[in-house]
């Protein structure tokens, strides 16, 4: 069976999928693979709100058991009149094709599938297991995606021996840079408390915006660390801060901020979470923290994984790829305390935007890599 995958992107492009709504283009998916010859297994998780669908979809059995995963959701459009095309049409022009999700990631999804069915079909079932997790839940929460889904894998004792995860990684060219880590993430909400008041009696009150202000930028000077031999420098960004106070005689009582730090290997997220409060604690103040902890930071080594992608990409590409850990967080996390984990993909420089689009023939180069990338890790 050969699977297009540029023609399989568009279809995909079709089934609007604005997170966690990614039930029909997960099912044209089933449907794909299912002629293919992999069992399809529907799995929903409902812990953080509406049911996700996700689906599991395998073949062989035994070890080594390799994952390539993807996620079907996407952020929503936007305004449609921005957009030069529909954005759910799929239209192709001058060899891209455009359309919401087509480069973050239902080409990747699309060339995974592709690879997956054209190695069954040319050399037959796998030594070892075969599964694409592919989940409706990375662009949103990411709690009922990817990471119930390696723990289910887990608890069926058919955990991960390795994972390929297909978000878009290649900068200028494909397959010139592919991740082997990622920083973590943790968010913080501060509520500073003082005093309401009259603007013209300050001295009345306690301008809970005042010392809000004081305190962020005591936290913005502080210098987090320098980076590490892998890593970015841990940056702390402010994204929000509020009052909620629509009257400009009013001193407000309350002003609450909310901060988002990428933090590199030096630190966990509990080593941020205890830094944070002691730097809140020496400030003083009605200071309140809450913290989540969306990603620790993971690293995979050089290895037989990442050697064998390299040598794929070379294979079809020519380019020896570039490993670092650069970008935000992916599903990736979820399979680093498993197993080791790559992420490489397309070209991504209109991920998220109006008029997102990617390369006909990237589409299918990537489709081209993965199948090597098959033969390799199973030949192996």
Same mark, same amino acid.
């Given at each position: 069976?050969d699977?297009?995958?540029?023609?399989?992107?568009?279809?995909?492009?079709? /089934?609007?999928?604005v997170?966690?709504?990614?039930?029909?283009?997960?099912?044209? /998916?089933?449907?794909?693979?299912?002629?293919?010859?992999?069992?399809?297994?529907?799995?929903?998780?409902?812990?953080?709100?509406?049911?996700?669908?996700?689906l599991? *979809?395998?073949?062989?059995?035994? @070890?080594?058991?390799?994952?390539?995963?993807?996620?079907?959701?996407?952020?929503p459009?936007?305004?449609? *009149?921005?957009?030069?095309?529909?954005?759910?049409?799929?239209?192709?022009r001058?060899?891209?094709?455009?359309?919401?999700?087509?480069?973050?990631?239902?080409?990747?999804?699309?060339?995974?599938?592709?690879?997956?069915?054209r190695?069954l079909? @040319?050399?037959?079932?796998?030594?070892?297991r075969?599964?694409?997790?592919?989940?409706?839940d990375e662009?949103?929460?990411?709690?009922?995606?990817?990471?119930?889904?390696v723990?289910?894998?887990?608890? @069926?004792?058919?955990?991960?021996?390795?994972?390929l995860?297909?978000?878009p990684?290649?900068? +200028?060219?494909?397959?010139d840079l592919a991740?082997?880590?990622?920083?973590?993430?943790?968010?913080?909400?501060?509520?500073?408390?003082?005093?309401?008041?009259?603007?013209?009696?300050?001295q009345?009150?306690?301008?809970?915006?005042?010392?809000?202000v004081?305190?962020?930028a005591?936290?913005?000077?502080?210098?987090l660390? +320098?980076?590490?031999?892998?890593?970015?420098?841990?940056?702390?960004?402010?994204?929000?801060?509020?009052?909620?106070?629509?009257?400009?005689?009013?001193?407000?009582?309350e002003?609450?901020?909310?901060?988002?730090?990428?933090f590199?290997?030096?630190?966990?997220?509990?080593s941020?979470?205890?830094?944070?409060?002691?730097?809140?604690?020496?400030?003083?103040?009605?200071?309140?923290l809450?913290t989540?902890?969306?990603?620790?930071?993971?690293?995979t080594?050089?290895?037989?994984?990442?050697?064998t992608?390299?040598?794929?990409?070379?294979?079809?590409?020519?380019?020896?790829?570039r490993?670092?850990?650069?970008?935000?967080t992916?599903?990736?996390?979820f399979?680093?305390?498993?197993?080791p984990?790559?992420e490489f993909?397309?070209?991504?420089?209109?991920?998220?935007?109006v008029?997102?689009?990617?390369?006909?023939?990237d589409? +299918?180069?990537?489709?081209?890599?993965?199948? *090597?990338?098959?033969?390799?890790?199973?030949?192996?």
């Amino acid at each position: 069976m050969d699977v297009d995958p540029v023609a399989l992107t568009r279809e995909l492009v079709r /089934c609007p999928s604005v997170t966690p709504e990614a039930g029909p283009a997960l099912e044209l /998916c089933a449907r794909v693979l299912e002629e293919a010859g992999f069992a399809c297994i529907r799995l929903a998780f409902a812990s953080a709100g509406p049911r996700v669908p996700n689906l599991v *979809a395998t073949v062989g059995e035994g @070890r080594p058991h390799l994952v390539l995963n993807g996620h079907l959701d996407t952020v929503p459009p936007g305004d449609p *009149a921005r957009w030069s095309v529909p954005p759910f049409e799929g239209l192709v022009r001058d060899g891209r094709l455009f359309g919401r999700g087509a480069a973050d990631m239902k080409s990747g999804v699309a060339a995974m599938i592709a690879a997956a069915a054209r190695h069954l079909a @040319r050399r037959g079932l796998p030594r070892g297991r075969l599964s694409l997790f592919l989940t409706g839940d990375e662009e949103g929460p990411s709690i009922d995606g990817s990471a119930r889904l390696v723990g289910w894998a887990v608890e @069926r004792g058919m955990p991960p021996d390795a994972c390929l995860v297909g978000e878009p990684t290649s900068r +200028e060219r494909l397959g010139d840079l592919a991740k082997i880590g990622r920083r973590g993430s943790l968010t913080a909400r501060l509520t500073v408390r003082g005093r309401q008041g009259h603007t013209a009696y300050p001295q009345r009150a306690d301008n809970a915006a005042h010392r809000m202000v004081q305190l962020l930028a005591a936290l913005l000077a502080v210098r987090l660390d +320098e980076g590490t031999p892998w890593f970015e420098p841990s940056t702390l960004q402010i994204a929000s801060i509020d009052v909620d106070n629509p009257a400009s005689n009013v001193i407000p009582g309350e002003a609450r901020a909310v901060l988002n730090i990428r933090f590199n290997d030096r630190h966990s997220g509990a080593s941020l979470e205890r830094r944070l409060r002691g730097l809140l604690q020496a400030l003083g103040g009605d200071v309140s923290l809450e913290t989540v902890i969306g990603a620790e930071p993971f690293r995979t080594e050089e290895g037989p994984l990442t050697r064998t992608l390299a040598a794929a990409i070379a294979e079809v590409t020519g380019l020896e790829p570039r490993f670092d850990t650069s970008g935000g967080t992916s599903d990736a996390r979820f399979f680093a305390p498993v197993c080791p984990v790559v992420e490489f993909g397309l070209p991504g420089p209109t991920l998220h935007q109006v008029d997102e689009h990617v390369a006909t023939t990237d589409i +299918e180069g990537l489709a081209r890599v993965y199948e *090597a990338f098959l033969a390799r890790f199973f030949a192996a």
